[in-house]
């Protein structure tokens, strides 16, 4: 089981980044690929992004590319999810999850809510 | 994209019935080279994140009570709860994965 720490609460202005980090601890499942989702409020799960931890490689929603990014330290094995231009529509809880369907394995952090407002 | 639809947006169930919760994605998500279906199923709880119950369309996670069963391929999926219990009640979400992943719209189940 792997343990995912997200970095706390974010109030943003429109027009504004925000940087959202995800600490990963313990033993995360082989096969995991980490995931970025978001919930705005009162709404559905919105898949956002993925990174393979073997490779490093990421792959995006289409309404997220250019505007998204996702990277690691693996120093200090921490996740990164970027936002530029930040748009009310952007306020939600985001979420970063391990997930290994091949196992059916999962682990979450306990999310991120990012408010932006002028 | 895959676009996922789910029905009802809302159930209400009696403790201890069954309830059924579909899904229905725009194009197959059966990959024949695995003879596999690219569908998950999620609960997420009010104020906590999202848990998997189901991948591969049918395949319980270790833990998840067996009254939670998932079947269907191709295009048409349903995720079946047994015997509901009060702590069933939650949001819950098909997710295709065959291709870059997309949520169905949810299914609030209240008793």
């Known amino acids: 089981q792997a343990q995912l720490l997200q970095s706390g609460a974010e109030v943003k202005k429109p027009g504004a980044s925000v940087k959202v980090s995800c600490k990963t601890s313990g033993d995360p499942v082989t096969g995991y690929f980490f995931h970025w989702m978001r919930q705005a409020p009162g709404r559905g799960l919105e898949w956002m992004a993925w990174?393979?931890?073997?490779?490093?490689?990421?792959t995006y929603a289409k309404k997220f590319e250019g505007r998204v990014t996702v990277t690691r330290d693996t120093s200090t094995n921490t996740l990164f999810l970027e936002i530029s231009s930040l748009t009310s529509d952007d306020t939600a809880m985001y979420y970063c999850?391990?997930?290994?369907?091949?196992?059916?394995?999962?682990?979450w952090g306990q999310g991120t809510l990012v408010t932006v407002s002028s | 994209d895959i676009v996922m639809t789910q029905s009802p947006d809302s159930l209400t169930v009696s403790l201890g019935e069954r309830a059924t919760i579909n899904c229905k994605s725009s194009?197959?998500?059966?990959?024949?080279?695995?003879?596999?279906?690219?569908l998950a199923w999620y609960q997420q709880k009010p104020g906590q994140p999202p848990k998997l119950l189901i991948s591969w369309a049918s395949t319980r996670k270790s833990g998840v009570p067996d009254r939670f069963t998932a079947s269907g391929s191709g295009t048409d999926f349903t995720l079946t709860i047994s015997g509901l219990q009060a702590e069933d009640v939650a949001v819950y979400y098909c997710?295709?994965?065959?291709?870059?992943?997309?949520f169905g719209q949810g299914t609030k189940l209240e008793i």
């Open positions: 194009q197959s998500l059966f990959f024949s080279s695995n003879n596999r279906d690219y």
């Open positions: 990174l393979n931890p073997n490779t490093g490689g990421t």
């Open positions: 999850a391990g997930v290994d369907f091949w196992s059916a394995s999962d682990d």
């Open positions: 997710q295709q994965y065959y291709t870059t992943p997309t």
